[in-house]
């Protein structure tokens, strides 16, 4: 079994910062791209921000020059830093890995989301 364990959510005021974590365990070969996912009341997942496991970013427009996603291979760990925290950014954050349990078997999993509220 493949787990996604997300932490450093919480209540922020506008302006601060928080940092994201997931950490994927279980049966795991290799994984292939990481992201974050949020998903706002009312509102459709859209995705926030992803790495390849060579590193290259994208970002949505709503958080580029906010947000900074990276991920430590060896910790099979995915960051993301959240700066210039806005109302808007109120959500819950879900991770996403796309990674396979063997050579020949590939899958993307879900964490269990992580609620991040900006409010003063």
């Known amino acids: 079994q493949v787990q996604l364990v997300e932490s450093g959510g919480g209540l922020v005021q506008p302006g601060g910062s928080l940092r994201l974590s997931c950490e994927a365990s279980g049966s795991i070969f290799s994984i292939n791209a990481m992201a974050w996912y949020r998903q706002a009341p009312g509102k459709e997942r859209e995705l926030v921000a992803g790495i390849t496991g060579g590193g290259n970013t994208d970002y949505a427009d709503s958080v580029k020059g906010r947000f900074t996603i990276s991920r430590d291979n060896g910790k099979n760990t995915v960051y993301l830093q959240m700066n210039i925290l806005k109302p808007e950014d109120t959500a819950i954050y879900y991770c996403?890995?796309?990674?396979?349990?063997?050579?020949?078997?590939?899958?993307?999993?879900w964490g269990q989301g992580t609620q991040v509220t900006v409010s003063s």
């Open positions: 996403n890995a796309d990674l396979r349990i063997t050579a020949w078997r590939r899958n993307a999993y």
